[in-house]
């Protein structure tokens, strides 16, 4: 069975439905609870628990101690590539707006690399855009070759691949991988894929499984904030990181809730989810998932980082930059406006100031 058979179990609920029954009690009784079930977890995502976040928030802040210490693992994206043949309406790389399109060559991967391992930073997350005749499996196994020689661990935010694809990366050095499903509704789904291979929602969403039986260390999952109602998507994210930890013990099991950004087309985002959703969002999938990573990138502002970094996140990203290369040459347009431009140093120092260690390595795969 797929994730695809898994999540046709919450498909058709009626949240509004559910909601409306929670009570304040149900909240507290939840909050503790050593162990939550999915539906706890779906409670912990209502309106009613929106009056509960600060003790939410303590909670989630021991749980995330005691399993993770007071640590936030640093990395960096380096983008390979963006062209792409995909028309993701959201996305700045869609494959008809009008950009500069460029790949890097292998030795200005080395020099990219060389001014991100000058940072301290030993993990790094690569991304393309979707087009095999640009970005193929080979070269993304050539860019990895180059990388090994800077860093620790090297994780991919490319497109799906085959479980062979997946083996065949492991087997060259990538020990991590992201993907987004970007919407779980799968009604929605076609209206932000017009065309491209990523119209293909069961192929990406079965993505995610195919990465751990193919031997990867670390996958991380999530949806694009903004698509479609927040409520549903946390938690059919928190339903596929369940699914995904409980099938696959040996794999560190991760999600991120990126938010909607600027970018080059300029859609709107369907739904708008502010600060305190993404709170709340957080919070619950740290009190369901207590093992489970989360990833807080610079979509979000430095301030809201900041303040973010007790309440569960495990993983943050320093001295981006969305657009191909930018780490030690010119960049070209981005796939989307970063929010918080702050270094390695800097994040560092703000860590720091919040009694909290940042890691710049904590995996040696060679």
């Known amino acids: 069975m797929s994730f695809y058979e898994e999540l046709g179990k919450y498909r058709d609920l009626n949240f509004a439905d559910i909601f409306s029954r929670i009570t304040n009690v149900d909240i507290q009784r939840i909050i503790g609870q050593e162990r939550l ?7 912990l ?47 700045g790389f869609h494959a008809r ?11 200005q991967v080395a020099v990219e690399a060389a001014a991100i391992a000058a940072t301290g930073l ?18 993304i196994k050539e860019c990895v070759r180059i990388l090994k020689n800077y860093f620790t661990s090297i994780s991919i935010e490319i497109y799906p691949l085959n479980t062979d694809e997946y083996c065949d990366l492991v087997a060259a050095g990538v020990d991590g991988m992201t993907i ?9 789904y076609p209206e932000l894929h017009p065309a491209g291979p990523k119209r293909n929602y069961k192929y990406r969403l079965d993505a995610p499984e195919r990465a751990c039986q193919s031997g990867m260390r670390a996958v991380n999952i999530g949806a694009l904030l903004g698509l479609s109602d927040w409520r549903t998507e946390a938690f059919l994210t928190g339903i596929h990181a369940n699914y995904l930890q409980s099938k696959y013990l040996d794999v560190e099991i991760s999600m ?6 600027p970018h080059v087309g300029g859609f709107p985002p369907k739904v708008i989810v502010n600060d305190k959703n993404l709170v709340q969002y957080v919070l619950a ?73 940042p890691v710049y390595k904590d995996w040696q795969m060679w």
């Open 37 to 43: 079930t999915v539906f706890d977890y779906l409670a």
């Open 45 to 91: 995502l209502s309106p009613t628990a929106e009056k509960h976040l600060e003790a939410m928030a303590q909670k989630a802040h021991r749980v995330t101690v005691q399993q993770f210490g007071h640590t936030i693992l640093l990395y960096t994206p380096l983008y390979l590539a963006n062209y792409c043949v995909n028309q993701c309406v959201y996305c």
């Open 97 to 107: 707006n009008n950009i500069e399109r460029k790949k890097l060559t292998l030795d």
């Open 122 to 139: 030993k993990h790094i997350l690569i991304l393309t855009g979707e087009s095999r005749a640009h970005s193929s499996v080979d070269y």
């Open 180 to 188: 987004y499903q970007e919407t779980y509704n799968e009604e929605v």
């Open 256 to 261: 991120s809730p990126p938010r909607m950004r």
């Open 285 to 357: 999938f740290r009190l369901f998932m207590s093992r489970g990573g989360i990833t807080l990138s610079t979509r979000e502002s430095a301030a809201l980082r900041d303040h973010m970094v007790k309440l569960g996140v495990t993983k943050m990203s320093a001295g981006s930059c969305t657009a191909v290369g930018g780490h030690a040459e010119k960049a070209s347009v981005g796939q989307f406006d970063i929010s918080d431009e702050r270094s390695v140093t800097e994040m560092a120092a703000m860590l720091y100031e919040q009694n909290y260690q």
